[in-house]
């Protein structure tokens, strides 16, 4: 089974200038997510999709960062403009809800991340 | 909220040494928790999870965590570590009122030595 892919693996752009990252989530896949992970932290998520729908972007700092996920298979993270602070891993990851018993389990399997870095 | 502390940011051991990274978790209700690891420009990989069956659980390459109530602890632990181990490990929990979004540890580094 493939796994979770993800391009670029590296990046590197100054400020004020826009990326863009793109993720192709394991097939079958409904749920997909983009996560945040700077330098000594845990990752933070960003925001989840379901199928193409936002289920939850409340941690996106809207004003720079869109995503998408048209057709419901793979999404792209843009930032734009990038400021110093957004350097950081860009992971995605992607599940298939298992329900166990009387209870639904998600279990999340992550693509290699993309490392941004803005000098 | 719901959300974990890992005590430690970076633990040494040996090799052929006993591994203990520990974890603390704060939920509203009984929590899913799971560790995962992340070996350098790698994915993060899932190591076990808990999901209120046994409270013992057993994942990949001879790791094993206890899930104490009474502790609010999740403890990470192996007999007997291998060079191989060394890695980033994050502790991580979700409540199953928000099903699948999970709240990350800041992580414990393993280093392991000869």
Redesign the interface.
């Known amino acids: 089974e493939a796994g979770v892919a993800q391009s670029p693996r590296y990046k590197i752009i100054e400020k004020r200038q826009s990326v863009a990252f793109w993720c192709n989530p394991i097939s079958g896949h409904a749920t997909l997510y983009w996560y945040q992970q700077i330098l000594g932290q845990g990752p933070k998520l960003l925001i989840q999709f379901q199928n193409n729908g936002v289920v939850d972007d409340s941690q996106l700092p809207k004003d720079r960062f869109s995503a998408e996920r048209l057709k419901g298979v793979d999404s792209t993270l843009k930032i734009q403009p990038a400021k110093l602070e957004d350097s950081a891993v860009y992971l995605c990851a992607s599940s298939l809800a298992v329900l166990r018993g009387a209870q639904l389990s998600y279990e999340q399997y992550f693509g290699p991340g993309t490392r941004l870095t803005v000098t | 909220a719901q959300s974990v502390t890992q005590l430690d940011s970076h633990v040494s051991v040996s090799e052929g040494t006993p591994v203990l990274l520990r974890c603390n978790y704060s939920s509203s209700y009984s929590p899913?928790l799971f560790w995962?690891v992340q070996h350098p420009?790698?994915?993060?990989?899932?190591l076990l999870?808990y999901?209120?069956?046994a409270t013992l659980v057993k994942g990949i390459n001879g790791f094993e965590a206890e899930f104490k109530k009474s502790e609010t602890s999740f403890h990470l632990t192996k007999p007997s570590a291998h060079m191989s181990d060394a890695a980033e490990y994050?502790c991580?929990v979700?409540d199953?009122g928000t099903?699948?979004?999970?709240t990350?540890?800041?992580?414990t580094r393993l280093q392991v030595t000869l």
């Open positions: 899913s995962y420009n790698k994915g993060l990989q899932l999870k999901t209120s069956a994050f991580v979700s199953p099903a699948s979004k999970l990350f540890g800041t992580g």
